[in-house]
């Protein structure tokens, strides 16, 4: 189960929504509301996918670290806890070529035959660091 959550960091950093998509059931519960605002929604795996891929086209290096995982598992169930940092990388002219998230994700996730897949993710921002702008930079 932790395998799906590292494989979604691991996919999303080398930019492989294949991979991603896979991480993810029909249908999920998607919350980043603490990073954006607006209110939670229901997506598909392919709309997160498509988000991400926009959203962090312009990046040269993405790194995703988690740990201090809590893990409560049933039969076909189970809800993880853990810390999250991600960094985003694009060198510029102003030499501040970092930005980084740091915060918790909570998850659901279902046993879909021999697989785990995420029906929720919720990322709980704690503070952005760095270069707020850097796309623009």
């Known amino acids: 189960m932790i395998e799906t959550i590292n494989g979604l960091f691991i996919g999303t950093d080398q930019r492989d929504w294949v991979w991603v998509k896979k991480c993810f059931a029909p249908r999920v519960h ?4 603490s990073l954006t605002g607006g209110e939670p929604a229901m997506m598909t795996p392919k709309e997160i996918a498509d ?6 086209k312009p990046l040269k290096a993405i790194h995703h670290q988690s740990g ?3 893990v409560r598992v049933t039969d076909k169930e189970a809800t993880a806890f853990c810390y999250g940092i991600a ?3 694009l ?3 102003t030499g501040r070529n970092t930005r980084t998230f740091v915060g918790s ?11 785990w897949q995420i029906d929720l993710i919720k990322f709980n921002l704690k ?8 796309e623009n930079s």
Request: charge should be positive.
């Open 30 to 33: 998607f919350d980043m509301t």
């Open 51 to 56: 988000i991400w891929k926009k959203g962090l």
């Open 68 to 70: 201090n995982f809590i």
């Open 87 to 89: 960094m985003h990388y």
């Open 91 to 93: 060198p510029n002219k």
């Open 105 to 115: 994700y909570d998850f659901h996730l279902e046993k879909r035959g021999a697989r």
């Open 127 to 134: 503070y952005i660091d760095g270069n707020l702008n850097l």
